[in-house]
């Protein structure tokens, strides 16, 4: 059963209907797994499957929230009637109306995030198996944090204690969300496990994965922003559904992500969202690179172009006009948010700069020349990271003369060892090369919030200083002993603990050394230079940015070409500048995959109208630009090293400044607005008028 709990608008808990890890009595959409089948090879699992027959009546399926709302559609739970998982509010609904009334001018789009397949680069897969004696299982599975896994499966799944539960993960080829849950499958695997007396291994395949793992996005919108005579907001309002799909997992990216990501990087006085969480026969909706954030912020962007372009303003000075300015930190957001940092007028400067804003024209009249239409957009963005929880920062000294980082954290891609060991290395000044990183077996955790949410480098490092002071503390009362010393006398910099004044000290890994070779020390002293460590992690942060796209479209094709893009972010403090970028460009693909082409379709059966690589469009190499980075760093006020997090921007940029420059450049063909994906078709429709 779902852990989550929000409440819909009148206080009552949303509807989380329990499911069941082998469908029992009703198949819900197409891919939810009815039998499980064990064999000595995939080949003979394979083949005993296809003798499995069902005795299954075909059912009425309902697809897009809409349709299921309405009178008479097909019930996809009993407890949930007309398919209503959670009607829920956020904001002053009173002082909301009263902006709008009170208005000069009331800008509103019908906008949609389109569903899109999650693609990670493996497969899902897992190995379970059980031990008798000791009455523990344990499960192998590629995930985004071993700790939240285990106890996902004592609790929801197994009905055990987390300790009689043991999660593994090594090497994990990405997974941007949609690993990080209990999924049904690995059930039946443990169970297999048990009853054979053996493990149980399976390996999803990429069309079993389209059907099965959970989809992104899928929202429908009502946006609306309210601006006075000269162009400041007083009010922003988004209402719509929000496509829950056969079950309810978290973090439910209509709720309360949509409410704290869509103020953006504005003064907006007042807010309010309204969103209906529906039941559909579709594959289970859960987290996909930013999960809700990145749609805030499209929506809000989307919002200004438009009205600069309906009330005849320019679309840099709407924003300039409404930017938060830095004398106002902290800020106090209606989304409950209080921002400690930011420059976004000198963000939005310096983007303008990098893309040499000045020099359009001349560029779309080149383009006008091949026969192309040129357009530009901007997308400011600002995301709210993962919420505060408690995280593991473990050190260890190792009999080999390696030193172990132990987190709750977990790297599916993006490279913890090395910022983790950066940050050590800087405080307690062991070299680089000894550190190894262990985040994948829960027996050696003792919390963990896993990554997501663009959090990882903000609380690891926090757990990790938190453990460098803790370490420096123990090795003053070792040092002390082994230089005869008193401990008050003993100093710690550069790696070295020395007597004040005195030339006379020892290294923290001769340190080591020492204790490895047996080392007495008296029972009142520290034992060992190890430290286990639970930090109680920082608030959120707020990494922000702005972005600008320039695409060319084909008039007589309607193929569409991201031509240039440049971004200037602030992260706050970069720990490792090439893995920023890496995660920078990589979340911009991803959104420029979502805008340009990623769609997934279900026919009136509900049936997925693709089902693999050859009838879906991913971006490749070919589709990406050249990317131009800049870092405008605002420490944050919030954590020790200033960081901000960096996973989910890319996404957060790309949505609003590649639509914003579609829709530019389709502004002289009488376009206000068109949805994603703008394929090539669809571009193509409204250029012949068709």
């Known amino acids: 059963k779902c852990p989550m709990n929000i409440p819909d608008r009148n206080g009552k808990p949303m509807k989380t209907p329990p499911r069941p890890s082998l469908a029992k009595g009703r198949v819900r959409f197409v891919g939810e797994a009815v039998a499980c089948v064990v064999a000595e090879t995939a080949v003979q699992a394979k083949d005993a499957a296809e003798a499995v027959v069902l005795d299954i009546e075909e059912l009425a399926a309902v697809t897009s929230p809409a349709d299921a709302l309405k009178s008479g559609a097909p019930q996809i739970h009993d407890d949930a009637p007309g398919n209503l998982a959670l009607d829920f509010h956020y904001g002053d609904a009173e002082a909301v109306k009263k902006a709008f009334a009170e208005a000069a001018h009331v800008t509103r789009l019908e906008i949609a995030s389109n569903r899109i397949v999650v693609n990670a680069m493996e497969p899902r897969s897992a190995v379970g198996s059980y031990d008798a004696q000791t009455g523990r299982w344990t499960l192998h599975v590629g995930c985004q944090g071993v700790m939240g896994l285990r106890g996902g499966l004592a609790r929801d799944v197994l009905n055990v204690t987390p300790d009689k539960v043991r999660v593994l993960t090594g090497n994990v080829g990405g997974s941007f969300g949609m690993k990080s849950q209990v999924y049904p499958e690995y059930a039946p695997l443990l169970l297999g496990g048990k009853l054979l007396g053996r493990p149980v291994k399976w390996t999803d395949e990429r069309s079993e994965s389209f059907l099965s793992d959970h989809a992104g996005r899928d929202h429908q919108r009502i946006a609306e922003l309210a601006l006075d005579k000269d162009g400041r907001f007083l009010a922003v309002r988004l209402s719509g559904t929000g496509n829950a799909g056969a079950y ?26 309204n969103s209906k969480v529906v039941f559909t026969n579709t594959t289970p909706v859960g987290a996909y690179r930013g999960a809700g954030r990145p749609e805030g912020n ?26 938060i300015a830095p004398g106002q930190m902290p800020y106090k957001a209606p989304s409950g948010m209080n921002y400690d940092s930011g420059e976004f007028t000198t963000i939005l400067d310096k983007a303008l700069v990098a893309a040499d804003w000045q020099g359009f024209d001349k560029r779309k009249q080149e383009s006008a020349a091949r026969n192309k239409l040129r357009g530009r957009g901007i997308g400011s963005y600002l995301e709210v990271t993962g919420p505060p929880a408690k995280e593991y920062g473990g050190i260890r000294f190792e009999s080999d003369g390696t030193v172990t980082m132990l987190s709750g954290t977990l790297d599916y891609g993006q490279g913890h060892a090395t910022p983790f060991a950066q940050v050590l290395t800087d405080q307690l000044g062991i070299p680089f090369e000894r550190f190894r990183l262990l985040q994948g077996d829960s027996d050696q955790l003792k919390v963990g919030g896993g990554t997501g949410g663009s959090k990882s480098a903000l609380v690891a490092s926090q757990a990790f200083l938190e453990a460098g002071d803790k370490l420096i503390e123990q090795g003053k009362q070792i040092a002390a002993h082994v230089l005869e010393a008193a401990a008050v006398d003993i100093e710690f910099a550069l790696g070295h603990f020395t007597i004040a004044g005195t030339d006379r000290g020892i290294s923290i890994m001769e340190l080591a050394d020492k204790l490895r070779g047996g080392l007495k020390l008296p029972a009142d002293l520290p034992q060992s230079l190890d430290v286990s460590h639970i930090s109680d992690n920082p608030p959120f942060s707020f990494p922000n940015g702005c972005h ?59 049936q997925p109208v693709a089902g693999s690589f050859m009838d879906y469009a991913m971006p490749r190499a070919s589709d990406a630009p050249d990317f131009s980075i800049e870092n405008h760093s605002v420490p944050c006020k ?52 068709k």
Not at 298 to 306: A, F, G, H, P
Not at 644 to 658: D, I, M, N, R
């Open 298 to 323: 499209y929506y809000m962007e989307r919002l200004i172009d438009t009205a600069a372009r309906e009330m005849g303003l320019d679309r840099v000075e709407l924003r300039r006009l409404n930017h």
């Open 638 to 689: 919030t954590n020790r090293l200033g960081v901000k997090g960096c996973g989910e921007a890319g996404c957060a940029g790309a949505l609003p400044s590649v639509m914003n420059a579609v829709v530019d450049a389709l502004a002289e063909h009488g376009v206000r607005h068109i949805d994603m994906p703008v394929t090539p078709e669809k571009v193509w429709r409204v250029l012949s008028g």
């Open 248 to 273: 309810i997992y978290p973090p439910m990216p209509a709720t309360t992500n949509a409410v704290k990501n869509v103020i953006d990087v504005y003064k907006t006085p007042a807010m309010e969202v």
């Open 548 to 606: 600008v796209a320039e695409v060319e479209i084909d008039r007589d094709t309607g193929q569409i070409e991201v031509v240039r893009y440049f971004m200037v972010n602030d992260f706050g403090t970069v720990i490792n500048p090439m893995l920023v970028a890496g995660q920078a460009h990589g979340g911009v693909i991803q959104g420029i995959g979502q805008a340009l082409m990623e769609r997934t379709v279900y026919d009136q059966q509900g």
